[in-house]
């Protein structure tokens, strides 16, 4: 069986929910994870913000809105009047929910319950449709199976014993549906795979069941070979391995969440990135093969602030580098690259939450400087095999700009450079310029 993950935007409107039809109703069994239409968690995160803030009436007012939103969609979705009044019924009844919080204390546990609200109306809105239409399907809720331990990891004995509990239920459909993203913890309380975690979903379900492919749907072909965004003539990349997918998933290719794929990688699961837009696009395949040597992607991360403690008593020392991980560790912050000399570290982060607290406690160590504003351009690729001239050939396309840091040979499948967010733009230009249209022309 295989396991198709729909996007935010590929159940976004009535009009994706229904085309949504044709890409899932044919002969093949198939699983299907959905996540909350585009927006909503969105907004369901502000909500629970206003109601950390006890701003009630900016909560409520953001409810309302959204409950529009969604009569609105209803009242597009279905064709007969029953099944918009039991759309409308069940609508009514997860915003009455929702506004119950908005009298009571406000804690992490009714945040999480509020934010998988989204998920829980996509997939029923879905299925309603879907039974409006007389199509057979069963929707499976992912709260009676997926589920995270203390660590907040999948707890794969559980929800395998749970998951084909479930699907025995419903044996004989051949169109299942669930949703993405939500789960319970260790507790049993409501909880989430965190945000963009329904492709966790998908991949995690896909490892439990053995599918043949895991299929991860959003609104572009694939794998692009540099960042559309900044540079014209990215071509989709068609096959990519497990290692190299994970590397630009992390940096910076929003198309895939860096984690999700893990599971499938563990069990040998093809992967394959598809466009709802272009459903005949083969879009990008994952696997744990590695179909060509050399360098495949580039892909640029922003908001990196690099940090740089200069000490001599990192001289001969041993120790040092574990007390400043070590600092790291405590506020919570993961570091992306690093690099030494015999009197210096330089580290980089994303996310500046703790940098304050951070710098006080690196000072203790030597001389502190940080350096906001810098961008991480990753060179994705398999270098494993021919390990000769590729960094060269990657110096050589960035020589008119200032490189801040450079991580080699971390992974064969990547090579990272530090550069200020103001060189990105003429970064990927000339790596693409020397790496790809060169290629093209040979
Ligand atoms: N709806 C969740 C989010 O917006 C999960 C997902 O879309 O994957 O983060
Ligand atoms: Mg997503």
């Given at each position: 069986?295989?396991?198709?993950?729909?996007?935010?935007?590929?159940?976004?409107?009535?009009?994706?929910?229904?085309?949504?039809?044709?890409?899932?109703?044919?002969?093949?069994?198939?699983?299907?994870?959905?996540?909350?239409?585009?927006?909503?968690?969105?907004?369901?995160?502000?909500?629970?913000?206003?109601?950390?803030?006890?701003?009630?009436?900016?909560?409520?007012?953001?409810?309302?809105?959204?409950?529009?939103?969604?009569?609105?969609?209803?009242?597009?979705?279905?064709?007969?009047?029953?099944?918009?009044?039991?759309?409308?019924?069940?609508?009514?009844?997860?915003?009455?929910?929702?506004?119950?919080?908005?009298?009571?204390?406000?804690?992490?546990?009714?945040?999480?319950?509020?934010?998988?609200?989204?998920?829980?109306?996509?997939?029923?809105?879905?299925?309603?449709?879907?039974?409006?239409?007389?199509?057979?399907?069963?929707?499976?809720?992912?709260?009676?199976?997926?589920?995270?331990?203390?660590?907040?990891?999948?707890?794969?004995?559980?929800?395998?014993?749970?998951?084909?509990?479930?699907?025995?239920?419903?044996?004989?459909?051949?169109?299942?549906?669930?949703?993405?993203?939500?789960?319970?913890?260790?507790?049993?309380?409501?909880?989430?795979?965190?945000?963009?975690?329904?492709?966790?979903?998908?991949?995690?379900?896909?490892?439990?069941?053995?599918?043949?492919?895991?299929?991860?749907?959003?609104?572009?072909?694939?794998?692009?070979?540099?960042?559309?965004?900044?540079?014209?003539?990215?071509?989709?990349?068609?096959?990519?391995?497990?290692?190299?997918?994970?590397?630009?998933?992390?940096?910076?290719?929003?198309?895939?969440?860096?984690?999700?794929?893990?599971?499938?990688?563990?069990?040998?699961?093809?992967v394959r990135l598809k466009n709802t837009l272009e459903p005949d696009d083969p879009g990008t395949l994952i696997t744990g093969k590695y179909f060509e040597q050399g360098i495949k992607a580039i892909?640029?991360?922003?908001?990196?602030?690099?940090?740089?403690?200069?000490?001599?008593?990192?001289?001969?020392?041993?120790?040092?580098?574990?007390?400043?991980?070590?600092?790291?560790?405590?506020?919570?912050?993961?570091?992306?690259?690093?690099?030494?000399?015999?009197?210096?570290?330089?580290?980089?982060?994303?996310?500046?939450?703790?940098?304050?607290?951070?710098?006080?406690?690196?000072?203790?160590?030597?001389?502190?400087?940080?350096?906001?504003?810098?961008?991480?351009?990753?060179?994705?690729?398999?270098?494993?095999?021919?390990?000769?001239?590729?960094?060269?050939?990657?110096?050589?396309?960035?020589?008119?700009?200032?490189?801040?840091?450079?991580?080699?040979?971390?992974?064969?499948?990547?090579?990272?450079?530090?550069?200020?967010?103001?060189?990105?733009?003429?970064?990927?230009?000339?790596?693409?310029?020397?790496?790809?249209?060169?290629?093209?022309?040979?």
């Amino acid at each position: 069986m295989k396991v198709l993950k729909f996007g935010g935007t590929s159940v976004g409107t009535s009009d994706r929910l229904k085309a949504l039809i044709d890409l899932v109703v044919n002969e093949e069994p198939k699983l299907v994870v959905l996540s909350a239409m585009a927006g909503t968690t969105d907004s369901m995160v502000d909500i629970t913000e206003s109601l950390y803030q006890n701003k009630k009436k900016d909560a409520t007012n953001i409810i309302d809105k959204l409950q529009k939103k969604y009569n609105k969609t209803i009242d597009e979705l279905y064709a007969s009047e029953e099944w918009k009044k039991k759309a409308i019924k069940m609508i009514d009844s997860h915003f009455a929910y929702i506004r119950s919080f908005t009298i009571k204390v406000f804690t992490k546990l009714q945040e999480k319950a509020i934010l998988a609200q989204g998920e829980l109306i996509s997939t029923a809105l879905f299925h309603y449709l879907l039974n409006e239409q007389n199509i057979d399907s069963a929707l499976i809720p992912a709260l009676n199976f997926m589920r995270i331990d203390k660590d907040g990891e999948p707890d794969y004995f559980y929800i395998t014993e749970n998951l084909n509990r479930e699907l025995e239920k419903v044996k004989g459909t051949e169109l299942i549906i669930t949703q993405g993203y939500i789960c319970r913890n260790a507790y049993g309380e409501i909880d989430n795979l965190k945000r963009g975690g329904s492709d966790y979903t998908a991949s995690i379900i896909g490892s439990i069941i053995q599918s043949e492919e895991v299929q991860i749907w959003t609104d572009i072909n694939g794998f692009r070979n540099n960042d559309p965004r900044y540079i014209d003539n990215t071509v989709v990349i068609r096959e990519l391995s497990f290692d190299e997918a994970a590397e630009l998933a992390y940096f910076g290719a929003k198309i895939l969440h860096p984690t999700s794929i893990l599971p499938c990688k563990e069990k040998n699961i093809p992967v394959r990135l598809k466009n709802t837009l272009e459903p005949d696009d083969p879009g990008t395949l994952i696997t744990g093969k590695y179909f060509e040597q050399g360098i495949k992607a580039i892909a640029v991360k922003d908001g990196i602030t690099a940090i740089k403690i200069k000490s001599t008593r990192m001289l001969l020392a041993y120790g040092f580098l574990r007390r400043v991980f070590e600092i790291f560790e405590i506020y919570k912050t993961s570091i992306d690259m690093i690099t030494t000399s015999e009197i210096a570290v330089s580290i980089t982060i994303d996310d500046p939450t703790y940098l304050n607290n951070v710098e006080k406690e690196l000072g203790k160590f030597g001389i502190v400087e940080i350096e906001k504003g810098q961008s991480i351009i990753c060179i994705v690729g398999d270098f494993l095999a021919e390990r000769k001239g590729y960094a060269m050939k990657i110096l050589e396309a960035l020589k008119e700009i200032p490189i801040r840091m450079i991580s080699y040979g971390g992974s064969w499948y990547n090579i990272s450079v530090l550069i200020g967010t103001q060189h990105k733009k003429q970064a990927l230009q000339a790596l693409h310029d020397s790496l790809f249209n060169q290629k093209q022309i040979n």
